[in-house]
């Protein structure tokens, strides 16, 4: 009898934990709140009798832990000072060990991977801190506060002769396989991959329990591995349905009474340049001489405001995906394409309801007059940036005359902004010739033009003075709520670390100030051209630049050297552009300032679609680049050092862009060691050194397209 109370007890003890996990998540929903046990109870749905006992023993067990604390008689608030505990953001490494980033603190925490407890990548964690062995600052996750996600892409492997089985998810940072059981399995075979929701992991539980949701195909497949990296990423293949008939049954009239409206611009020259398999056409160019002498110059953009409106099927949908996003061989548009490439594209010949910032240009581009408002276009031309780009240079051609006076406008232009101290990194993208199998058969770079830089500058322009239109009243901040594309200053201890390792090549970097820091950057970039160590300081260069983001506060934008930027010239492809739009004709039509609570939200979440959106793009390059390389097992390439870490170093082939990582461990002249200051590793018995933009002679031994990872070898 003994035995079975202490099971029964256990078993109590158990349910208690996990009860009390369930109160710690909802009361850390608002951590300053003071909740009853019976506001607690429906906060968690527990609301019979017994139930509610529950609640109160974990309660007890919660308050003996000092978790949270009794403000007044059954009064309850989580307890933030805790002696030594953090909440923060966990992100694994590939050796299971993690980081934790805490608000307010300036170096990430380190926690051990057997003390990551339960936690999943990017899942928010109550930890405690220490210092172990007088080290530095370490951590143990006490408690998953809230998971991150819950569905996650991987393959599926039953175990033989039995009726159980396990997904292996397929990003490593996601520490754990999950066990799925007999009647969860949804019929998945053996090595399919899969999307599966994670459902529970109980106190004790070695593995978290899943159900498999969808049976994405086989694994390496290019359907399959391209579904994975969306269903990886919670990107949707489709729109619903009731989305797209939402879309199809928009008016897509141009009709006389709208037009009454709207500054009418359809007899004025415009055009539009753009990527040679672009649909999306999101602006446009228009261009005539004024009597005085000037240039009008208008920049049309697409008025997708005029058909997206609040508080339909359509915005919602448009908001949750925030971006379209870009992968090799398709494109996952925010809008349905009845609009993204029909209604709203700025098609050649058709009329078109547009947002415009009208500039009038003297010969020194600058600006005398500006206009902003809905307008009415009518394209005259689709150029493509390879054709704008020939007028340019052969000065030949239709509308050239147009062309080569906005690209000299673009230059005095761009040259103003560097001056006034943007910072230009003109980095070359990859890009991939595909068969009709969406199969990569050649790789090429772009590289940004003049017909580039002036359709930049021009967008760059109209974003401006949108955003200064807004903010500024006679030069003055005020205090309109606005959505802002804001870029902070770069992280001081990484411009020193920059300045000290680029002296050991012989550059020089002034950090006086902001102004001396970009022209000492721009100066750096420009004298490495074409240098060996090229690709290493810009890489390191762009490291330590901090992320542009989405916000509500205007700090500005160091990169573009510009006090007030905001993105207004994308709205099919950017919901912040949107936001843009419908926020400007709110103030032309003398509207007061809304709520900044609210738009700061929607900047949040903008800022993580983006960020999502950007990893799953850099997925598939690299999914791409691997598959590409498949063909080239064993053969040997000249690359360069363009990362190093404490397990090994990964090398980039120049010709194609191909990265491979080459492991410390397969290294057998000599045991390697990492020196973070000189981004190298050195050999302890020869003194042989392996560092960041050094040229290496390396042969293809794996290509592994699940893992998306090449794997490299040093050849002597």
């Known amino acids: 009898m003994p035995k079975k109370k202490k099971y029964i007890s256990q078993k109590n003890d158990s349910k208690l934990l996990e009860i009390g996990r369930l109160i710690l998540r909802f009361m850390n929903q608002n951590q300053t709140k003071i909740y009853n046990y019976k506001q607690i109870s429906d906060g968690i749905d527990y609301k019979n009798p017994r139930q509610r ?7 007890h067990k919660l308050l003996s832990t000092q ?38 603190l300036k170096d990430d925490v380190f926690v051990h991977s057997k003390n990551v407890k339960d936690a999943l990548q990017g899942d928010k964690v109550l930890i405690v801190t ?62 399919n991959k899969v999307v599966v929701k994670m459902l529970e992991w109980k106190p004790g539980d070695k593995n978290p329990e899943g159900e498999i949701l969808q049976v994405l195909g086989a694994p390496g497949e290019h359907e399959t591995e391209i579904h994975s990296i969306l269903a990886e990423y919670g990107l949707p293949y489709s729109f619903p349905e009731e989305v797209e008939l939402d879309a199809e049954k928009i008016d897509r009239r141009i009709t006389e009474e709208e037009v009454s409206k709207r500054r009418d611009m359809r007899k004025i020259c415009t055009f539009t340049i753009d990527p040679k398999d672009a649909k999306d056409f999101d602006d446009a160019l228009s261009i005539q001489k004024l009597d005085n002498g000037n240039w009008e110059i208008g920049v049309h953009i697409a008025d997708v405001s005029h058909y997206v409106v609040p508080g339909t099927m359509l915005d919602d949908e448009a ?38 910032a009208v500039f009038e240009m003297n010969d020194k581009a600058e600006v005398v007059n500006q206009w902003f408002g809905r307008t009415v276009i009518h394209s005259d031309r689709r150029f493509t940036y390879e054709e704008a780009q020939e007028r340019i240079e052969t000065q030949e051609g239709d509308l050239t005359e147009e062309i080569l006076t906005l690209d000299k406008l673009a230059k005095i232009m761009r040259d103003k902004r560097i001056k ?50 807004v903010s500024l009243k006679k030069g003055q901040p005020n205090n309109n709520t606005f959505i802002y594309r804001v870029h902070d200053d770069p992280d001081p201890a990484k411009l020193e670390a920059l300045r000290d390792f680029v002296s050991t090549f012989g550059y020089k970097m002034d950090l006086a100030n902001t102004k001396k820091v970009a022209e000492s950057l721009n100066n750096l970039l420009q004298n490495v051209k074409g240098k060996g160590e090229e690709n290493m300081i810009e890489t390191l260069a762009m490291r330590s630049m901090s992320k542009a983001v989405y916000s ?54 903008c800022s993580a679609r983006e960020r999502l959106a950007a990893d799953a793009e850099r997925d598939s390059i690299k999914f791409m680049q691997v598959k590409f390389m498949e063909k080239h097992l064993g053969e040997t390439f000249t690359g360069v050092i363009s990362g190093v870490a404490e397990f090994g170093f990964w090398v980039q082939i120049p ?28 050999g302890s018995r020869t003194g042989n050194r392996y560092q960041l933009g050094q040229e290496v002679q390396i042969k293809v031994i794996k290509a592994n397209l699940i893992q998306k990872q090449l794997d490299f070898k040093i050849v002597e």
């Open 552 to 605: 509500t506060e205007p700090i500005g934008h160091y990169g573009l050297g510009f006090d007030y930027y905001s993105h207004f010239t994308s709205p099919i492809r950017r919901y912040p552009d949107l936001l843009a739009h419908r926020l400007l004709q709110h103030y032309l039509d003398g509207g007061k300032s809304p709520d900044k609570n609210e738009l700061e939200e929607k900047s949040k979440h």
């Open 655 to 682: 010709e194609n862009g191909a990265e491979g990582l080459i492991k410390l461990r397969d290294l057998m002249d000599d045991s390697y060691t990492y020196d973070k200051s000189t981004h190298a590793v050195y």
């Open 319 to 356: 908001y949750e995906r925030a971006t379209s996003v870009y992968l090799v061989d398709r494109v996952v548009p925010m809008l349905p394409e009845v609009l993204s490439n029909d209604v709203c594209s700025l098609r050649p010949n058709e009329d078109k309801f547009t947002f415009s």
């Open 53 to 59: 006992e529950l609640v109160i023993q974990a309660l």
């Open 420 to 469: 006034n101290g943007a910072i230009t990194f003109d980095r070359s993208e990859v890009r991939f010739n595909l068969n009709e199998k969406s199969e990569p058969i050649g790789v090429y770079f772009k590289i940004s033009k003049d017909s580039n830089h002036l359709i930049e500058e021009f967008m760059l322009l109209a974003n401006r003075k949108v955003s200064e239109f």
């Open 130 to 191: 220490y210092n172990f062995k007088g080290k530095k600052m370490e951590g143990s996750v006490l408690e998953v506060l809230e998971r991150s996600r819950t569905e996650f892409v991987g393959t599926f492997q039953l175990v033989p002769h039995k009726e159980f089985g396990f997904v292996v998810c397929d990003k490593k940072t996601i520490n754990t396989d999950i066990f799925i059981p007999k009647d969860k399995i949804n019929g998945a075979e053996n090595g």
């Open 67 to 104: 978790r949270i604390k009794e403000t007044d008689k059954g009064k309850y608030s989580i307890n933030l000072k805790i002696e030594g505990t953090l909440t923060g953001i966990i992100d694994f490494n590939q050796s299971g060990n993690a980081y934790v980033a805490v608000e307010n």
